[in-house]
């Protein structure tokens, strides 16, 4: 077997690698420890995969050193990703919101089925439930060993690709192995932890935010690293939802971060308004106009919704406004990596070539995807900078 390099991890950024090799005339092996291919595609969006973000940019990831990232966006571009599923799949991409592709079948498959038709025509191979176990130098290249069909076997390569992906869902494959070999070659990691992920309510205020369980709020929701205007939803252990997932991805323990419930307006304006008009609807009447019953009614526990607004005092205006606008939360923890979309930290951007993604203390290992030290937002971002590692990688076989 004479392959250009062996592929660890046939998910966005393995296959997307596998398929650019491939398109230059190049073989390689893929092996994968699920029995398919692509298994956090095709459950990403729900089921319909969002694959790209129309504005994705450096700003929009976590990384310990976002200038690393113009290099590989201005290889590999936002259009690049679009054409490259409309010539290769047919699939056309449906903008739902805030940038956000999805193909217009949506169906995540049709993502999965175009790399699985160009591996075919392009020669690629790959082994499905074959776990890679360990990678040790071998003279010119990399002696590669994993079990296949129950037996410890090795092969020689090169060059070789760690698409192994981050730690978030054990279930559909995600595995330490890219932090572990790179730790073992000297690499530096940047710490690793859940990100994109719910996060937890516990003690005095926790019935509160289970008594809204299921209602969602459109949110302006911020800390003093970053602020995002999605949903929040309320579970029966805390918070999630868009705007939540988001600023999860900043949030340190022992943290607090503030929400802003009514973004789009200003409730001191609203309150003037009401007096201008006479002042006699309650609190809670003027908040119905803006938040479901459910909400209204939990808000009881923090506001005087039954006074009516002539008779509110500044002091009462302000503490209204502020609870509104300036709602503290202080999460407990999170829902940890089986809830988590993506896994923050990884391996240092230091250590890799910017236009090869080639670690380099030790030339011929590769390093792409989720492993890397690069956390997109929630929205496309992830896969878009899985399918540019994957095609940089690429060039460089
Ligand atoms: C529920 C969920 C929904 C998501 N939705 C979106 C979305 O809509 N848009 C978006 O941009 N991002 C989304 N993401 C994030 C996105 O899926 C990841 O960022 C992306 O898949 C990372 O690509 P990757 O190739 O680095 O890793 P992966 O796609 O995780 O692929 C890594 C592969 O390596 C295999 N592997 C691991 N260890 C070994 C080993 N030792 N030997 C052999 N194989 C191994 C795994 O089985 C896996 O198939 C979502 C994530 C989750 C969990």
Known sequence: ????????????????????????????LVLERNDKPGAKI???????????NLYTAPENFLTENPHFLHTAFSQWTVEDTISFFEN?????????????????????????????????????????????????????????????????????????????????????????????????????????APALVPLTITGKDAT????LAGNSVFARVY?????????????????????????????????TFTIDLLPKFRLDELIKNERTAGGKRTIGQLLNDYFTKKMVEALEKYLPIDLKIASLSKADARFVCDTIHKFVVKPAGDKGYDKAEVMRGGVSTDELNPRTL????????????????????????????????????AQDL
Not at 42 to 52: A, M, Q, V
Not at 208 to 211: D, T
Not at 244 to 255: H, K, P
Not at 363 to 389: C, H, K, M, P, R
Request: proline share 1%.
């Open 1 to 28: 077997m004479d392959y250009d390099a062996v592929i660890i991890g046939g998910g966005a950024c393995g296959l997307m690698c596998a398929v650019q090799a491939g398109l230059l005339g190049k073989r390689t």
């Open 358 to 393: 080639e670690a380099k203390k030790q030339l011929g290992l590769y390093f792409g995807g989720e492993a890397v030290d690069i956390t997109g937002w929630l929205g496309g971002y992830n896969f878009q900078w899985a399918w540019a590692s994957g095609y940089l990688i």
């Open 208 to 211: 509160w935010y289970a008594s």
């Open 223 to 255: 800390n003093d690293r970053i602020s995002f205007e999605e949903n929040i939803l309320f579970t029966h252990w805390g918070l999630s939802g868009p705007a939540v997932l988001q600023i999860s991805s900043y949030w340190r323990a022992g943290e």
């Open 42 to 52: 095709l459950i990403s969006g729900g089921g319909r995969c969002n694959f790209t």
């Open 88 to 192: 290769f799949g047919g699939i056309q991409g449906q903008e739902k919101t805030l940038g956000q592709l999805f193909p217009k079948s949506n169906k995540a498959k049709d993502v999965v089925a175009v790399f699985t038709k160009l591996m075919y025509d392009t020669g690629q191979d790959i082994w499905l439930q074959t776990e890679v176990k360990s990678v040790k130098k071998q003279g010119e290249g990399y002696a590669v060993s994993f079990i296949r069909e129950g037996d410890e076997q090795q092969l020689f390569c090169k060059k070789i690709v760690f698409a192994s992906g981050g730690l978030p869902v054990a279930k559909l494959g995600a595995s330490d192995f890219a932090l572990k070999s790179a730790r073992q070659f000297g690499l530096s990691i940047m710490d690793t």
